[in-house]
Nanobody, 117 residues
Framework: QVQLAESGGGLVQAGGSLRLSCVLS????????MHWYRQAPGKQRELVAS???????NYADSVKGRFTISRDNSKNTVYLQMNSLKPEDTAVYYC???????????WGQGTQVTVSS
């Protein structure tokens, strides 16, 4: 069984920064792309950022230039550095990994990010 655990969220003022972490534990094979998603109340979950096994990154337009995704393969960990935070970034942030050909089916609890005006 594999398990995702997000951490690093909190309450910050607009313009502030947070660094999110997500660790995958369990019996793990062939981690490919790592992803960060977020979901605000009443909204659909959206893909925020991805990083491939070749370290290619992609970002949602709404966070481009402000967020940076990175990975540490030795720790089975993906990070999301969030700078210049806006109230619109307020959401629960979730990670997911592509394991082989499939994403992990079981989501973690997520970590709450709240950005005040």
């Amino acid at each position: 069984q594999v398990q995702l655990a997000e951490s690093g969220g909190g309450l910050v003022q607009a313009g502030g920064s947070l660094r999110l972490s997500c660790v995958l534990s369990g019996v793990i094979f062939d981690i490919r792309t790592m992803h960060w998603y977020r979901q605000a109340p009443g909204k659909q979950r959206e893909l925020v950022a991805s990083i491939t096994s070749g370290y290619t990154t992609n970002y949602a337009d709404s966070v481009k230039g402000r967020f940076t995704i990175s990975r540490d393969n030795s720790k089975n960990t993906v990070y999301l550095q969030m700078n210049s935070l806006k109230p619109e970034d307020t959401a629960v942030y979730y990670c997911n990994f592509q394991l082989g050909l499939r994403p992990i089916a079981a989501w973690g609890q997520g970590t709450q990010v709240t950005v005040s005006s």
